[in-house]
């Protein structure tokens, strides 16, 4: 084991305010930060931490070779993105090897669903490597609705919009209250399946929960201008309540 360690610090969903007291503490002293990035962009969790981090940190930006423009299902797809991982936690292993901290920037949970967990099956065994856990998108997206998400003895499912249409519809039906994540070009797709499922007329549509720009609407109103590329789709549970 080296002398330096990786911090993956959960950001929570947007709102700084929405931070745990020890990703504030770690990013206020932080001297190297890394995180993903779409080439071209800031990258939401570099976002979030703006005017957080000290003037004189090491900025490490992880961006990403490939997004939509090759299907997940692709084997070039998976090959580029192993040989991205290795690369950037061939840097932080040298960083920590040097004795240095680096604060990778997770937006949400780092454990729930995060690109960081690629680099932590990559580095642990080799480096020390601490999580600071964080209030999901998803909380943050249903707390933005202002109704609960579950009652009761309600069953929550979460999704991924890149599912398959017939499997998604599958899911939703036997559900009783839900979450629809990485939505993007899949919208219509997933709005097919709540219509299947018979729970279109329940959901709603976040864009950027917890944000500045969050909006808030139901999917079967005219939600203009809503686009679904960072987006939480929530149906509520209506379980039990004395
Ligand atoms: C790679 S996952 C990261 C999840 C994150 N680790 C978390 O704990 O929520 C990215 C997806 O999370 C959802 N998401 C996360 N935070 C969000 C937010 N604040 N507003 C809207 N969608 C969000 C979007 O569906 C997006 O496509």
Redesign the pocket.
């Known amino acids: 084991m080296s002398t330096g360690r990786i911090y993956g610090v959960?950001l929570g969903?947007?709102d700084p305010d929405l931070m745990s007291v020890r990703a504030d503490r770690l990013l206020r002293n932080a001297r190297h930060i890394a995180f993903f990035r779409k080439p071209g962009r800031t990258g939401q969790a570099r976002n979030i931490v703006r005017g957080m981090i000290p003037d004189d940190a090491v900025e490490f930006p992880m961006e990403y070779p490939v997004t939509t423009e090759i299907p997940v299902t692709d084997p070039r797809y998976n090959a580029l993105l192993a040989a991205f991982y290795e690369d950037c936690a061939a840097h932080l292993r040298s960083l920590a090897e040097r004795g240095e901290e680096v604060i990778v920037l997770?937006?949400?949970?780092?454990f729930?669903?995060?690109?960081f967990m690629h680099l932590y099956n990559r580095l642990r065994g080799d480096v020390e490597i601490s999580i600071v856990p964080?209030i999901?998108?998803?909380s943050?997206?249903w707390t933005a609705t202002g109704d609960p998400i579950t009652w009761g003895d309600d069953v929550l499912t979460v999704l991924m919009g890149t599912l398959p249409e017939d499997r998604l519809a599958e899911r939703m039906a036997q559900t009783d209250a839900l979450v629809v994540?990485?939505?993007?070009r899949n919208i219509e797709k997933v709005k097919r399946a709540l219509k299947t499922a018979g729970l279109y007329q329940r959901a709603w549509i976040?864009?950027?929960?917890?944000?500045p720009n969050q909006r808030v609407c139901k999917l079967s109103d005219d939600c203009d201008g809503i686009t679904p590329y960072?987006?939480?789709i929530i149906v509520h549970g209506q379980g039990r309540r004395p």
Request: glycine fraction near 22%; aromatic fraction near 12%; include cysteine.
């Open positions: 959960g969903p947007g997770c937006e949400g949970d780092p729930f669903y995060g690109s964080a999901t998108g998803m943050g997206a994540m990485k939505i993007g976040v864009e950027y929960a917890q944000m960072f987006s939480i």
